[in-house]
């Protein structure tokens, strides 16, 4: 039997707030943009931009990111002393 490789991938899904603007994409992609920098480091598998209605049947725009989280690589041993530039 072959070795599996299992992982699981993480997702959320983010919006611009009810109102005038929740159909502005450029203020969206930025929102988006500012998330992804908090989560630090990962390595994106998917990101699906969709259009969905408000219960007026406006425009609602949202982005869906599938990720993995990067693993931190551990740093080289060295001899105790710190690291030396």
Do not use: C, K
Request: proline residues 7%; without cysteine.
């Amino acid at each position: 039997m072959a070795d599996r490789l299992e992982f699981t991938t993480r997702h959320f899904s983010l919006n611009n707030p009810r109102g005038e603007e929740q159909g502005d994409v450029p203020m969206l992609l930025r929102r988006l943009a500012s998330t992804l920098e908090e989560l630090g480091r990962i390595e994106i598998r998917d990101l699906v931009l969709h259009t969905d209605s408000d219960d007026d049947g406006d425009p609602w725009p949202f982005v869906t990111v599938y990720y993995d989280q990067v693993q931190q690589e551990e740093p080289p041993a060295g001899n105790g002393y710190g690291s030396h530039l």
